[in-house]
């Protein structure tokens, strides 16, 4: 795991840099479902969850969310890349197998939380195959992370509008605090696939807002 400083570095490094690229990549429009709520300051520690519609949906974020650091959760096959294999821990990404059944990622991510910082999740592990109804079934470790770690989910939405003419839409939803949805009383196994299916609807709604808001 690279040092706090490192990461820092080089995320300074890549946003600055990276300015002038991803404008004329993504030329981000951003929305909110309430700005005075929540915009583009990022206060505290919070979990911000997405839909998943490219594997550049995180490079969109990092200058959504300039000011602060986001530790994504990242798949194994990114990290297998030759470049970005060497690039992402240095980012602060957070290493996911989905494959295997280390689940260390979780104490990462808590630990992260715990310092103040931002873990950045895609609930729906993978990019949706043709055909597929989007957004996919949830993961419940988004879920399992606020709960454990108190701290608010941020909903987050991007219409995957890339390296198009038409211009990329993003909309910040308002922080969830998921023990509205959790229940003591449930079994644990339960009570998390519960809470992540109302953070889904929570996306749900936000795309079908962004629809309206991006016309």
């Known amino acids: 795991m690279k040092s706090i400083a490192t990461i820092r570095f080089w995320n300074g490094f890549v946003k600055i840099t ?3 690229v991803q404008w004329v990549c993504f030329r981000t429009r951003i929305h909110y479902e309430d700005r005075a709520v929540q915009g583009r300051r990022i206060k505290g520690p919070a979990i911000i969850i997405s839909n998943h519609t490219s594997v550049f949906d995180y490079a969109v974020y990092l200058f ?9 959760q990242m798949a194994e096959l990114l990290f297998r890349k030759p470049f970005l294999g060497w690039l992402l821990p240095r980012l602060g990404g957070i290493y996911v197998d989905r494959d295997g059944y280390d689940f260390g990622f979780i104490a990462r991510s808590q630990e992260i939380l715990d310092r103040g ?5 895609f609930p729906e592990s993978r990019l949706p195959r043709p055909g597929e109804e989007r957004p996919l079934p949830f993961k419940v470790s988004a879920a399992y992370l606020a709960l454990t770690a108190g701290v608010p989910v941020i909903p987050v939405v991007t219409d995957g509008s890339y390296f198009r003419r038409r211009r990329a839409n993003v909309l910040i939803g308002k922080p969830v605090d998921v023990r509205d949805y959790s229940d003591e009383t449930r079994h644990q196994k339960d009570d998390l696939r519960i809470v992540s299916e109302c953070l889904r609807q929570h996306i749900i709604e936000l795309e079908k807002l962004l629809n309206e ?3």
Do not use: D, E, N, T
């Open 18 to 20: 990276g300015w002038p």
């Open 117 to 121: 910082g931002v873990v950045g999740i």
């Open 64 to 72: 959504v969310f300039f000011s602060r650091i986001l530790r994504f």
């Open 213 to 215: 808001k991006s016309k």
